[in-house]
């Protein structure tokens, strides 16, 4: 089974503070991983695709990477807007569906 | 472009009870997705659609949860009858298709919140 993990469970920074996001994943063949952004009473909003280790993908202030058995959603000098949750999702390769399956998230608060 | 809709946004309802949510995916959108997500928790699947058929749900609890997708466009998820732990967020996602890079591109509505007391 699929199996998703990241840490940490919640995150508070600094304004300006860099830091990074862990996704730890087990997955028979990975297709892909997936960082989505989850703001308070909202459906989560995607950010970033990666398909192979040692792929990054960035936008603004994010920038992520991949291992063989990790991803890392790095934040630089982030911002008070940047708070929400972020969530991980890996997709196996085979099968007839495609399904995601989610972390539980991080929770990042960035205080002015 | 319009969004993904989801109806109600919030409903409360006393345990045994039935509740219906409605989803209207983004236009042309072949995928369609229902997720469960529980306070604190990721989202998970629960029923996956591509057009009018059922892709997989392997984890609706099919004693109690039901849905549909009407023509291949609109859908509902039922529950009936209720239960504490189904107290969640219902989400709604779609996307363009199955096949392709981008199988893993949802696109989420809002979602409507359920409270079983």
């Known amino acids: 089974e699929d199996q998703v993990t990241q840490s940490p469970e919640a995150l508070r920074l600094q304004e300006g503070e860099s830091s990074s996001l862990n996704c730890s994943y087990t997955?028979?063949?990975?297709?892909?991983l997936f960082w989505y952004r989850q703001d308070p009473g909202k459906g989560p909003e995607f950010l970033f695709t990666l398909y192979s280790a040692g792929e990054e993908k960035e936008k603004e202030r994010l920038k992520a990477t991949l291992t063989k058995k990790e991803s890392f959603l790095h934040i630089t000098a982030p911002k008070p807007e940047d708070s929400a949750t972020y969530l991980c999702?890996?997709?196996?390769?085979?099968?007839?569906?495609?399904?995601?399956?989610f972390g539980k998230g991080t929770l990042l608060t960035v205080n002015p | 472009e319009a969004g993904v809709a989801q109806s109600p946004r919030y409903k409360i309802i006393e345990k045994r009870q039935s509740v219906a949510f409605w989803c209207n995916p983004i236009?042309?959108?072949?995928?369609l997705y229902w997720y469960q997500q529980i306070l604190g928790q990721g989202p998970k699947l629960l029923i996956q659609f591509q057009n009018n058929g059922v892709v997989d749900d392997s984890q609706l609890p099919k004693d109690r949860f039901s849905a549909e997708r009407l023509k291949g466009v609109d859908s509902t998820l039922k529950i009936q009858p209720a239960k504490l732990e189904d107290s969640a967020v219902y989400l709604c996602?779609?996307?363009?298709?199955?096949?392709?890079?981008?199988?893993?591109?949802?696109?989420f509505g809002e979602g409507s919140r359920l409270t079983v007391l």
């Open positions: 236009s042309g959108h072949a995928t």
């Open positions: 996602a779609s996307s363009p298709g199955m096949r392709g890079p981008n199988t893993g591109e949802l696109f």
């Open positions: 997955v028979s063949g990975l297709r892909g």
């Open positions: 999702a890996v997709q196996a390769r085979g099968g007839s569906n495609y399904k995601l399956t």
